[in-house]
């Protein structure tokens, strides 16, 4: 079971592939995890990775390509894995396309902006503890403050409206084009299915969504 999952900002696409990995079994593979393991385990690869993050550049498509290859052609890999955020553009999917690296399922948790940003700016944190809640949908029982300790949450500066108006701007411009390329490249490999899922929903209801679209059983 090899999975692509795409979404926008605030959609959740990181809670339904920890969802997705634990019903499937198979790893959550992400750029950071893998960068940062590379960094750590000596490998040339590694010190090519750490070379280039000490320079503070972004770590080149095709180094990138070279570590999802190393990383998926380890043992807990045989039975599949999920790529959560990665690709992120068209050129980062055409250097895995090309370098052979198939994959079963595209599927993209799908989130209108409105929607992302009425989720995203009502989210309140608590510095101490990392709880958050939600201004509509899981508001604190005295306004402005921690349930347990009473002390102040603040908004987040990721979590301001006009941050997530240009998160979702970045994202349309340089990674929702992977839309159209895999649903083109689905059409013509049969191999490949795109699936489209609304990410409006409880957790619950959008994972089961996500698992009857695949119409498979573990």
Same mark, same amino acid.
């Given at each position: 079971? #090899?999975?692509?999952?795409?979404?926008?900002p605030?959609a959740g @696409?990181?809670t339904q592939? +920890?969802? /997705?990995? @634990? =019903?499937?079994?198979?790893?959550?593979?992400?750029? $950071?995890?893998m960068?940062?393991?590379? +960094?750590?385990?000596?490998?040339?690869?590694?010190? !090519? +990775?750490k070379t280039?993050?000490?320079?503070g550049?972004?770590?080149p498509d095709?180094?990138?390509?070279? /570590?999802?290859k190393?990383?998926i052609? @380890?043992?807990?890999?045989?039975?599949? =894995?999920? /790529?959560?955020?990665?690709p992120?553009?068209?050129?980062?999917?055409d250097?895995?396309?090309?370098?052979g +690296?198939s994959?079963? *399922?595209?599927?993209?948790?799908?989130v209108? &902006?409105?929607?992302v940003i009425a989720?995203?700016?009502? #989210?309140?944190?608590h510095p $101490?503890s990392g709880?958050?809640y939600?201004?509509?949908?899981n508001?604190?029982?005295?306004?402005?403050?921690? &349930?347990i300790?009473?002390?102040?949450?603040v908004?987040?500066d990721?979590?301001?409206?006009?941050?997530? !108006?240009?998160?979702?701007?970045? =994202?349309?411009?340089?990674?929702?084009?992977l839309v159209? *390329?895999y #649903?083109?490249m689905?059409k013509k490999?049969?191999?490949?299915? =795109?699936?489209?899922?609304?990410?409006?929903?409880?957790?619950?209801?959008?994972?089961? #969504?996500?698992i009857?679209?695949m119409?498979? !059983?573990?």
């Open positions: 079971m #090899r999975i692509i999952l795409l979404g926008s605030g @696409k990181g592939a +920890v969802n /997705l990995s @634990k =019903y499937f079994n198979i790893p959550l593979i992400s750029t $950071g995890d960068l940062r393991a590379a +960094v750590s385990d000596g490998s040339t690869l590694g010190a !090519k +990775v280039i993050m000490e320079r550049v972004l770590v095709d180094i990138i390509v070279d /570590l999802v190393q990383r052609g @380890k043992a807990d890999c045989q039975t599949g =894995y999920l /790529l959560d955020g990665f992120r553009t068209i050129a980062q999917a250097i895995l396309n090309k370098s +690296v994959m079963d *399922y595209v599927i993209e948790i799908h209108a &902006d409105e929607d989720r995203l700016s009502g #989210r309140l944190t $101490g709880r958050i939600h201004l509509i949908h508001p604190p029982r005295l306004p402005l403050v921690d &349930d300790t009473g002390e102040a949450l908004q987040r990721d979590d301001r409206e006009e941050t997530i !108006k240009n998160r979702l701007r970045v =994202y349309h411009e340089k990674t929702e084009p159209t *390329y #649903r083109e689905a490999n049969g191999g490949l299915r =795109y699936l489209r899922i609304s990410g409006i929903g409880a957790i619950e209801e959008i994972s089961r #969504r996500i009857e679209a119409n498979l !059983k573990k």
